[in-house]
Structure formats: structure tokens, C-alpha cells
């Protein structure tokens, strides 16, 4: 079945330095979504690519999916402190109507 | 906003009783989701519905079933508790009818099988 890789499982990073994960899935994608999960919280979504190639920004985020629609990756500029939590992808195999998640990148920020 | 809600924040059940966790959404959905969400793991897909009525196997459908008798609630059920379904289990809903739209989730039921 349809499987969705994510890495690095964890990524300690200073305030200030860049932080990127990265998302695999083992079928091509018609879209995929990126969430973010703050400790005790919910997946929130962030940001929706659809066409191959595509790079999106949100101020210091940076999403990208790769030309054949199999991989993204989400990279932030200069972190905070704010960006702590756990970052998931989730990519829908044309037609499925359903999502499958990433394993997440639990991301934390030394002050 | 969509607000999906969830029945309980935590639950503590007993191996072998018969478990219900409810997810209400109050935006005419047709797509709703239930996940479980353990450490390393991610959120793993259970069952979803696109309809009243109709069900699909997720990824990770044994000792589970589900319930959608109304567009706007999804019940997941245990049918016989064991503590290896000791987890975060969260509900989510999502419309395809005006193209690609992010998931709603709840905020999540812990679960505690004892």
C-alpha cells in the first residue's frame, strides 16, 4: 500500500538556525498537505501543494514539491522559539480520498 | 470555522468492554476520518466515510468498526477493548467538493485501556 516516509525523526536546532524536513511517498501524489502540531495539541494545517514543482511561501516557511509529485520538503529561515511541534505531511494518492501521514519531524528550538 | 468536536478528551476503559468514541462536525462534510496517533508513528488512518452510510478500511482497521448514520457524526468503535488500542485518537473532516481543502481535526480522545 501507499506509504509516506518522513525525515529526520527529530531535529534540535538553535534559535535563529534553519531547520528542514523532508517527505517521501513510495506512489505519486495528486496533492499534499503539511500540518503543524504544537505538544498536547492538534494537527493544524499550514499549506496545500497540487501542482508539480510547485514552492510556496509563508513568511520564514518554504514548501516544495518535487516534479514527479512523490516528495516535498518544508524549510524554515532563521527558527523561534514559537516553531516547536511536530511537523507532518500527508499526501492523497489521485482518487483515494484519503490521506495518508507522514511519520512527522518533532522539531525543537534551544533558546 | 469548522469546528469538529469529540466526545471526551480522555477515556479510561477495561480490556474486553465495548468502546465508543464520538466526532461531530458542524460543516456539512462529506469526508470524515478517524486516526490514532503513537509516538514515532505518526497518525495512522483507521476507517473514513465519504457518505452517510459508507465506510472504507484505512491502513489499520482490525478490532475496530465505525458508524455513520448522520452526515455531520462518525463513531469509532472497540468492539472488545485490548491495551495495544491505548492511544491518542483523533477525528478529522475534510470537503472535496470545492477542490483540495485542508482536514479539521478534533482535539483528540487519549485512551487509556487498562
Known amino acids: 500500500g501507499q506509504q509516506v516516509m518522513q525525515i529526520p525523526q527529530y531535529q534540535h536546532v538553535q534559535e535563529g538556525e534553519d531547520f528542514t524536513t523532508y517527505c517521501n511517498s513510495s506512489?505519486?501524489?495528486?496533492?499534499i498537505q503539511w500540518y503543524k502540531q504544537r505538544p498536547g495539541g492538534h494537527p493544524v494545517f499550514l499549506i496545500q501543494?497540487?501542482?508539480?514543482?510547485e514552492v510556496k511561501k509563508q513568511k520564514r516557511l518554504t514548501f516544495q514539491f518535487g516534479e514527479a509529485k512523490k516528495n516535498s520538503s518544508l524549510h524554515i529561515t532563521a527558527t523561534q522559539t514559537t516553531d516547536v511541534g511536530t511537523y507532518f505531511c500527508?499526501?492523497?494518492?489521485?482518487?483515494?480520498?484519503?490521506?495518508?501521514f507522514g511519520t512527522g519531524t518533532r522539531l525543537k528550538v534551544l533558546a | 470555522d469548522v469546528k469538529v468536536t469529540q466526545s471526551s478528551r480522555y477515556l479510561v476503559k477495561r480490556t474486553g468492554e465495548k468502546v465508543f468514541l464520538e466526532c461531530v462536525q458542524d460543516?456539512?462534510?462529506?469526508?470524515m476520518f478517524w486516526y490514532r496517533q503513537d509516538p514515532g508513528l505518526g497518525l495512522r488512518l483507521i476507517y473514513f466515510?465519504?457518505?452517510?452510510?459508507?465506510?472504507e478500511k484505512g491502513d489499520i482497521p482490525e478490532g475496530y468498526s465505525v458508524s455513520r448514520e448522520k452526515k455531520e457524526r462518525f463513531s469509532l468503535i472497540l468492539e472488545s477493548a485490548s491495551t495495544n488500542q491505548t492511544s491518542m485518537y483523533l477525528c478529522?473532516?475534510?470537503?472535496?467538493?470545492?477542490?483540495?481543502?485542508?482536514?479539521?481535526f478534533g482535539d483528540g480522545t487519549r485512551l487509556s485501556i487498562l
Open positions: 500527508a499526501g492523497e494518492a489521485s482518487g483515494t480520498y484519503k490521506y495518508i
Open positions: 506512489t505519486t501524489l495528486s496533492n
Open positions: 501543494l497540487v501542482k508539480s514543482g
Open positions: 460543516m456539512d462534510h462529506e469526508n
Open positions: 466515510s465519504y457518505d452517510v452510510k459508507m465506510k
Open positions: 478529522a473532516s475534510i470537503t472535496f467538493s470545492t477542490g483540495y481543502e485542508p482536514q479539521h
